[in-house]
């Protein structure tokens, strides 16, 4: 039987937690967003369309913010 991506992950996706691990961030904390990156991320934005690469998404996202 061939499985959707989503119901492969819904079998594994309790066991795993975030990759993406949250700061603490308070008052003391001093940090600065520059106009270029959020502009790239608000430029490529996903959709879910059938012609949309999520992977190819990802890794576009991963490059902005690295």
């Avoid at 993406?20 to 520059?34: G, S």
């Amino acid at each position: 039987m061939i499985e959707t991506m989503e119901q492969y992950m819904s079998k594994t996706r309790g066991d795993y937690g975030s990759g993406v691990t949250r700061l603490a961030i308070n008052q003391d904390t001093h940090f600065e967003l520059k106009r270029q990156f959020l502009k790239e991320l608000r430029d490529n934005t996903f959709g879910g369309l059938e012609h949309e690469d999520a992977n190819e998404h990802i890794e576009k996202v991963l490059e902005i913010v690295d």
